[in-house]
């Protein structure tokens, strides 16, 4: 190993050379790629059908949206669990830790201070009718 | 080194039975190491994969803030239009089927590029290319229609969110066309050398990378914004 030691090592996105022939990893992006395009699919058949109930949808899409984020980071990134892949993954624990902190604050805080916004003056006629 | 590689191996399948650590080579060190350390540093493929994720991960928080903007200022329409007025449900399937189909066929050029095939290895980044710039294409002339209708960013908080977020993700694919010309280039002039390799390795994340932010993208902004 020590003769070509820049490719012993594999990380995220890189399709292993050593252990795979091509036509299993051209198998891995094809499954991926399959099951991203369902996913897809289910989130606009859920949009534009009434399958869902309505006020439901929006969790639906979240729920869809983060699955197919999942299989992009398994079929494409080639995000795995391996040892020379501990530190990606703990990387990517901290950056949702932050997205999460960030929209899901800005969301409830705003929510939060919209409902106590004073009407404005167009609510408040609408009010008075 | 080829029979010392073999019994290395053997002794990596004992200790490491499902191959988690792929059948050793971790490091710069012993064949059976984990990978924690104990094999020495990591090669420079790892880290500079590593150090190009954290990039990443960084420009998905950038993401996350712009996308907080819009999930806030959605409703903040200013008596002007709503998003289920204006999107078009054919254009954003269109749209997020080229990324989709691009994002699959840059992680075949990333195969052919591991068995150093150059014509499949261009083909690849050639028809990525040209699925990314027809999503440009597609994105760029909706872009245009909302503006001459008198949509564009000044008329509501809504619609400034929605092109800030939108054009910052079109921006990037932007970024991400120049930099597949230049790897196309590389690839071409200078071979599959241990660089150029690491920087395939790179594009490949980044332009993955662009197809996730788009997956939260028409999920918040066009699908969910539909319903608003």
Known sequence: MSDNLDTG????????????????????????????????????????????????????????????????????????????????????????????????????????????????????????? | MSATDAVGHGHARDVDPYLLGRGGGHGSGHVAATGRGAGGPASKTVVVAYGFWLFLLSDIVLFSCLFAAHAVLQTAIADGPAGHELFKPTNIAIETACLLLSSFTCGMSAVACGVRNLLWTQVALLVTGLLGVAFLVLEAKDFAELVEQGFGPQRSAFLSSFFAVVGCHGLHVSAGLLWLGTMMAQIFVKGFRADILRRMLCFNLFWHVLDIIWVALFTIVYLIGEGR
């Open chain 1, 9 to 129: 090592d594999v990380a995220a996105g890189f399709a292993e050379p050593h252990e795979y022939t091509v036509w299993e990893d051209i198998q891995g992006y094809l499954f991926g790629l399959v099951l991203a395009t369902l996913l897809t699919a289910a989130s606009f058949y859920a949009v534009y059908t009434h399958l869902i109930w309505a006020p439901a949808i929006p969790i639906a899409l979240v729920a869809l949206a983060v699955a197919q984020i999942g299989v992009h980071l398994v079929f494409f990134l080639h995000l795995t669990t391996a040892p020379d892949n501990t530190n990606n993954a703990l990387a990517l624990a901290f950056g949702v830790l932050i997205v999460a902190l960030i929209i899901g604050g800005s969301v409830w805080i705003m929510g939060h201070l919209d409902e106590r916004m004073m009407p404005s003056m167009h609510q408040m006629m609408q009010m008075q009718r």
